[in-house]
């Protein structure tokens, strides 16, 4: 697991010295701070009209028309079983790419871009390395809160990724 966040991680110059850093993307979910890397990220955009699609996963709030792609949008909050709230004016759909598609996950709101060394980002706690929450890489410290990193490539498991692709528009 450890690996793959360092294989995430971009080598920089700072003052002729090497350092190891990852630049993250920080979302809220409710009261919490996850973030993903930016290199998996394509774009961050406000909510559109979503158009419902039928017998789709739970999770999936519909599909999105983004300059002539259809594109689903994932709730994170019901992707983890958090409680749902009302869209607020800062919530984003972030799209990026899982698994060689392109989905939206939509959050309460993107917060910032940061750089993190490799001294701050710690492996996720040992009963966090389970099977319902394998998705998670490490965790790190923002001021004075825990930021969640997630592993975009396991937020979703393998039959989910297929039933996402068989979404039709019909």
């Known amino acids: 697991m450890t690996?793959?966040?360092?294989?995430?991680?971009k080598a920089v110059k700072e003052n002729n010295t090497e350092r190891r850093e990852v630049q993250l993307a920080c979302f809220r979910l409710g009261d919490e701070l996850y973030a993903l890397d930016i290199m998996k990220i394509r774009e961050i955009i406000k909510p559109q009209k979503l158009t419902p699609v039928?017998?789709?996963?739970a999770f999936?709030?519909?599909v999105i028309?983004?300059?002539?792609?259809?594109?689903?949008?994932?709730?994170?909050?019901?992707?983890?079983?958090?409680?749902?709230?009302?869209?607020q004016n800062k919530?984003?759909?972030?799209?990026?790419?899982v698994a060689g598609k392109i989905i939206g996950l939509l959050v309460?709101?993107?917060t910032e871009?940061?750089?993190f060394t490799r001294e701050e980002v710690q492996p996720a706690p040992q009963f966090m390395q389970e099977r319902?929450?394998?998705?998670?890489?490490g965790v790190c410290r923002l001021r004075s809160s825990l930021v969640i990193i997630l592993d975009l490539e396991k937020i979703l498991s393998h039959q989910e990724v297929i039933k996402i692709e068989t979404l039709r528009m019909d």
């Open 108 to 110: 309460d709101e993107v």
């Open 132 to 137: 319902e929450t394998d998705f998670i890489l």
């Open 113 to 115: 871009v940061r750089n």
């Open 54 to 57: 039928p017998k789709a996963p």
């Open 91 to 97: 919530a984003r759909v972030i799209i990026c790419s």
């Open 65 to 87: 028309n983004l300059r002539g792609a259809v594109i689903p949008i994932v709730d994170l909050r019901r992707r983890f079983e958090l409680p749902v709230g009302v869209l």
């Open 3 to 9: 690996s793959m966040l360092i294989d995430a991680r």
């Open 60 to 62: 999936i709030e519909g």
